[in-house]
Nanobody, 127 residues
């Protein structure tokens, strides 16, 4: 069974930076499509970044230029760097993984397109 464990969240002031990590346990994830999602209170879970096994990355428009998704296959770890954070970035951040159809990774922004999920890490941005 694949397990995902996020870390790195916390409280940060507007304009600051932080890096979220997602450790993958139970299976080498080299060929998996990986994604980051976030869910603000009262809102639906939103796909914000994906990364394929060949490191091809895609981003939701609102985070382009500020967020960077990356993966270290040797460490079985996925990352999300967030720069110039804004109050609207406040949310629970989740990582997700899926082994199916790796060629379609760049299109995957829906929750139902991912099989494995972490428990989430909270990011709170103060102005």
């Amino acid at each position: 069974q694949v397990q995902l464990v996020e870390s790195g969240g916390g409280s940060v002031q507007s304009g600051g930076s932080l890096r979220l990590s997602c450790a993958v346990f139970g299976y080498p994830y080299n060929h998996y499509c990986m994604g980051w999602f976030r869910q603000a209170p009262g809102k639906e879970r939103q796909g914000i970044a994906t990364i394929a096994s060949d490191d091809t990355a895609t981003y939701e428009d609102s985070v382009k230029g500020r967020f960077t998704i990356s993966r270290d296959n040797a460490k079985n770890t996925l990352y999300l760097e967030i720069h110039n954070v804004k109050p609207e970035d406040t949310a629970m951040y989740f990582c997700a993984a899926d082994p199916r159809n790796p060629g379609t990774c760049h299109t995957r922004r829906r929750s139902d397109e991912y099989t494995f999920w972490g428990q989430g890490t909270q990011v709170t941005v103060s102005s």
